[in-house]
Nanobody, 125 residues
Framework: VQLQASGGGLVQAGGSLKLSCAAS????????MSWYRQAPGKERELVAG???????DYADSVKGRFTISRDNAKITVYLQMDRLKPEDTAVYYC????????????????????WGQGTLVTVSS
Protein backbone atom coordinates (compact mmCIF):
# COMPACT_ATOMS: atom_id res chain seq x y z
CA VAL A 1 0.00 0.00 0.00
CA GLN A 2 1.40 3.36 -1.06
CA LEU A 3 0.08 6.89 -0.78
CA GLN A 4 1.34 9.55 -3.18
CA ALA A 5 0.64 13.16 -2.22
CA SER A 6 0.94 16.06 -4.63
CA GLY A 7 -0.16 19.63 -5.18
CA GLY A 8 1.94 21.55 -2.70
CA GLY A 9 3.78 24.73 -3.61
CA LEU A 10 4.29 28.41 -2.92
CA VAL A 11 1.27 30.69 -2.81
CA GLN A 12 0.55 34.18 -1.55
CA ALA A 13 -1.71 34.76 1.42
CA GLY A 14 -5.33 34.68 0.33
CA GLY A 15 -4.60 32.26 -2.48
CA SER A 16 -5.64 28.65 -3.04
CA LEU A 17 -4.08 25.26 -3.53
CA LYS A 18 -5.52 21.80 -4.02
CA LEU A 19 -3.73 18.77 -2.65
CA SER A 20 -4.27 15.25 -3.91
CA CYS A 21 -3.33 11.92 -2.39
CA ALA A 22 -3.74 8.74 -4.39
CA ALA A 23 -3.54 5.30 -2.84
CA SER A 24 -2.25 2.32 -4.80
CA UNK A 25 -1.49 -1.35 -4.26
CA UNK A 26 -4.40 -3.65 -5.17
CA UNK A 27 -6.62 -1.87 -2.66
CA UNK A 28 -10.26 -2.84 -2.36
CA UNK A 29 -11.35 -0.77 0.63
CA UNK A 30 -10.30 2.19 2.74
CA UNK A 31 -12.12 3.40 5.81
CA UNK A 32 -10.81 6.83 6.76
CA MET A 33 -8.61 9.17 4.77
CA SER A 34 -7.24 12.34 6.26
CA TRP A 35 -4.76 15.16 5.97
CA TYR A 36 -2.29 16.14 8.65
CA ARG A 37 0.30 18.89 8.67
CA GLN A 38 3.51 19.62 10.47
CA ALA A 39 4.96 23.07 10.69
CA PRO A 40 8.63 23.63 11.63
CA GLY A 41 9.13 23.09 15.34
CA LYS A 42 5.59 21.88 15.88
CA GLU A 43 3.88 18.55 16.26
CA ARG A 44 1.93 16.94 13.46
CA GLU A 45 -1.73 17.89 13.66
CA LEU A 46 -4.95 16.74 12.05
CA VAL A 47 -6.24 19.13 9.39
CA ALA A 48 -9.25 17.25 8.03
CA GLY A 49 -10.56 13.71 7.82
CA UNK A 50 -13.28 11.86 5.94
CA UNK A 51 -14.55 8.36 6.58
CA UNK A 52 -16.10 5.96 4.11
CA UNK A 53 -19.59 6.78 5.37
CA UNK A 54 -19.05 10.43 4.51
CA UNK A 55 -18.58 11.97 7.95
CA UNK A 56 -16.09 14.81 7.83
CA ASP A 57 -14.08 16.52 10.54
CA TYR A 58 -11.98 19.69 10.35
CA ALA A 59 -9.53 21.37 12.64
CA ASP A 60 -11.01 24.60 13.98
CA SER A 61 -8.22 26.58 12.36
CA VAL A 62 -9.25 25.56 8.84
CA LYS A 63 -13.04 25.37 9.10
CA GLY A 64 -14.68 27.45 6.39
CA ARG A 65 -11.45 27.66 4.37
CA PHE A 66 -10.49 24.05 3.60
CA THR A 67 -12.62 21.34 2.02
CA ILE A 68 -11.79 17.65 2.09
CA SER A 69 -13.28 15.22 -0.42
CA ARG A 70 -12.58 11.74 -1.70
CA ASP A 71 -13.07 9.79 -4.88
CA ASN A 72 -13.59 6.16 -3.85
CA ALA A 73 -13.25 4.86 -7.40
CA LYS A 74 -9.82 6.46 -7.70
CA ILE A 75 -8.97 5.85 -4.02
CA THR A 76 -7.93 9.46 -3.82
CA VAL A 77 -8.46 12.13 -1.19
CA TYR A 78 -8.31 15.84 -1.94
CA LEU A 79 -7.84 18.95 0.14
CA GLN A 80 -9.02 22.20 -1.37
CA MET A 81 -7.38 25.02 0.54
CA ASP A 82 -8.75 28.52 0.08
CA ARG A 83 -7.96 31.85 1.75
CA LEU A 84 -4.59 30.51 2.76
CA LYS A 85 -2.71 32.18 5.60
CA PRO A 86 1.01 32.21 6.40
CA GLU A 87 0.26 30.03 9.43
CA ASP A 88 -0.92 27.30 7.07
CA THR A 89 2.69 26.83 5.97
CA ALA A 90 3.66 23.23 6.70
CA VAL A 91 4.39 19.85 5.22
CA TYR A 92 1.05 18.20 4.55
CA TYR A 93 0.72 14.44 4.91
CA CYS A 94 -2.11 12.17 3.89
CA UNK A 95 -3.12 9.17 5.94
CA UNK A 96 -5.28 6.17 5.20
CA UNK A 97 -6.72 3.90 7.89
CA UNK A 98 -8.02 0.34 7.76
CA UNK A 99 -6.89 -0.35 4.22
CA UNK A 100 -7.93 -3.65 2.67
CA UNK A 101 -5.77 -4.95 -0.19
CA UNK A 102 -4.81 -8.13 -2.04
CA UNK A 103 -1.27 -9.43 -1.70
CA UNK A 104 0.66 -11.03 -4.56
CA UNK A 105 -1.09 -14.35 -3.82
CA UNK A 106 -4.47 -12.59 -4.12
CA UNK A 107 -5.16 -13.08 -0.44
CA UNK A 108 -7.08 -10.27 1.29
CA UNK A 109 -4.96 -8.42 3.80
CA UNK A 110 -5.31 -5.27 5.84
CA UNK A 111 -3.05 -2.52 7.07
CA UNK A 112 -4.13 -0.37 9.97
CA UNK A 113 -2.42 2.89 8.96
CA UNK A 114 -0.53 4.10 5.89
CA TRP A 115 1.09 7.52 5.42
CA GLY A 116 2.03 9.47 2.32
CA GLN A 117 5.41 11.12 1.89
CA GLY A 118 4.29 14.71 2.49
CA THR A 119 4.01 17.76 0.28
CA LEU A 120 5.24 21.22 1.25
CA VAL A 121 2.84 24.15 1.31
CA THR A 122 4.37 27.59 1.76
CA VAL A 123 2.16 30.64 2.15
CA SER A 124 3.90 34.00 1.84
CA SER A 125 2.58 37.14 3.49
Amino acid sequence: VQLQASGGGLVQAGGSLKLSCAASGSIFSVNAMSWYRQAPGKERELVAGIVSGGNIDYADSVKGRFTISRDNAKITVYLQMDRLKPEDTAVYYCKAEDVGYYNTDYEPKAVRVAWGQGTLVTVSS
